[in-house]
């Protein structure tokens, strides 16, 4: 069974129409594949689907059309979400410290974590994880850092 993580701002794609979305749905739509987000993007969903509305100038019916189906992929467990534990965000603390500090790449918090769930599931399952994201930054981080690169199969979504 193949397992796959999501980024927010690759999992936007399964509930917004864009240049990915057809890839995002087929994946998280096949019963063959086990698909995972960190609990931080729960709420981080909410605010890329509010920033897509105001860009397009939808209303509040429209994000909640998108959100309802977001909250039915986790019900129906198409999504399953990885509770962050302590350990992790010491994790997330140190893989700042590291890549936002030592070699200088601009990390957020919310990402480092997203990225060290995305690990010790990884970790967890004794297999590599394959790691959805639009997030160039993120990218550029994660793929210049061994730990990520032992674990994941990184996939930036790119135009």
């Given at each position: 069974m193949r397992?796959?993580?999501?980024?927010?701002?690759?999992l936007q794609y399964r509930y917004v129409q864009?240049?990915?979305?057809?890839?995002?749905?087929?994946?998280?739509?096949?019963?063959r594949s086990s698909c995972y987000i960190a609990d931080v993007t729960v709420l981080e969903?909410?605010?890329?689907?509010?920033?897509t509305c105001r860009r397009e100038g939808w209303d509040v019916v429209k994000f909640d059309t998108f959100n309802d189906r977001f909250?039915?992929?986790?019900?129906?467990?198409?999504?399953k979400v990885c509770t962050t534990a302590n350990r992790d965000l010491l994790r997330a603390k140190d893989l700042i410290r590291f890549a936002g500090?030592?070699?200088?790449?601009?990390?957020?918090?919310?990402?480092?974590?997203?990225?060290v769930c995305c690990l010790e599931l990884a970790l967890e399952k004794g297999e590599k994880v394959t790691f959805y994201l639009e997030d160039r930054k993120l990218y550029g981080t994660l793929k210049d850092?061994?730990?990520?690169?032992a674990g994941l199969k990184l996939r930036l979504l790119r135009n």
């Open positions: 397992i796959y993580f999501f980024d927010t701002s690759a864009g240049t990915f979305t057809r890839l995002i749905r087929r994946l998280i739509s096949d019963r969903i909410s605010g890329a689907l509010a920033k909250w039915a992929d986790l019900a129906a467990r198409r999504l500090v030592a070699k200088r790449k601009n990390l957020g918090s919310a990402d480092a974590l997203i990225a850092v061994n730990a990520f690169q």
